[in-house]
Structures are given as structure tokens and as C-alpha cells.
């Protein structure tokens, strides 16, 4: 990932939902070409924000058992209000299923701006699964990256349990 999109995770209840927050400030790099005299948050970023939010609380649920996590199917995905620069999204996602021989969850999530009016919604499919055994450097990897997730999990929740 090029960037990381939540800024901050305000609450976790594993297994269940969770809730966080993104910044978005004028001088995010991607502004100044969307659009140049409107910049707004563009769409796939919002929706991204919402993918962020839900590998944290899929993270959370199962203390990192999947070092990698990406998005496997999208659905249902509608855009509402323009995200502005200077606002806060806030974005909510609930865990709705897991499916443990696929290694896969499903979420409900939603954007929506200081004055709760919905920035994205969707639903979505994440995939998780680890590098172990896949070459000499997996098992390596993997502690890397869980060492990685919950240094920034710190960070995010200023020590929130998960």
C-alpha cells in the first residue's frame, strides 16, 4: 500500500465493529489533481478508508492470525456527499460473516462527515491469508509484518485493546 488512509481508531469491540477516523487535509498529494479548483476525496479512496477500517477490526478479531489482507469482492457500493479538505470521515464497519477454511470475512461499512451524512457505503469481502511456507523468506516476512500492524495499531489507538 501506497499510503495508510485512518488516521485514527476511536472504538473496537472484536468480532463485532469498529469505528475510525481520516483526516483529510488540504495537502494530501492527491488533491491537487482532484480536482484542482474543487479538490475533493476522491471515491476509491473513500471506499478504501472503509477496507482500512475493516482489516483493523478483522486484525483485532483474530490477534493477526492473517499478515496479509486484501479486498476479494465488492458490492452494493454507493457514493453520497463530497469528503472536503479540512473534515473528518468517520468511518464505521461491521463484521457480518467469517469464513475460516476460506479465510475470508465479510463487512457492512460507512463514510459519513461531521454532520452524519454518508460520504460511501458498501459491502466487501476481504481475503487474509499468510506467507509461511510459500519460500524461504514467508515465515520471516510475516513476523515482519504483524510486528508492523501492531506498532501502527498503537499508534491508531493510543493503546485501545485488540
Known amino acids: 500500500m501506497r499510503f495508510h488512509l485512518i488516521d485514527r481508531i476511536d472504538r ?16 494530501e498529494e492527491y488533491l491537487k489533481d482532484h480536482f484542482p479548483q474543487f479538490p475533493v476525496m476522491p471515491g476509491v479512496l473513500m471506499l478504501q478508508s472503509c477496507v482500512e477500517a ?13 499478515p496479509v489482507i486484501v479486498l476479494r469482492d465488492l458490492k452494493l457500493v454507493k457514493y453520497g456527499t463530497f469528503m472536503l479538505p479540512g473534515h473528518r470521515m ?9 469464513d475460516a477454511a476460506a479465510g475470508t470475512a465479510t463487512f457492512k461499512a460507512e463514510g459519513a462527515n461531521e454532520s452524519r451524512e454518508s460520504t460511501v457505503k458498501a459491502n466487501f469481502v476481504l481475503h487474509g491469508y499468510s506467507l509461511a511456507g ?5 515465515d520471516a516476512t510475516d513476523a515482519k509484518l504483524i510486528e508492523h500492524w501492531k506498532a501502527r495499531w498503537a499508534l491508531l489507538t493510543g493503546g485501545l485493546r485488540g
Open 134 to 138: 510459500r519460500g524461504p523468506t514467508g
Open 90 to 98: 468517520d468511518v464505521t464497519v461491521e463484521l457480518t460473516k467469517t
Open 54 to 66: 475493516a482489516a483493523w477490526l478483522w486484525r483485532a478479531t483474530t490477534d493477526y492470525e492473517h
Open 12 to 27: 473496537c469491540e472484536p468480532g463485532k465493529s469498529l469505528a475510525a477516523a481520516k483526516f483529510l487535509a488540504l495537502g
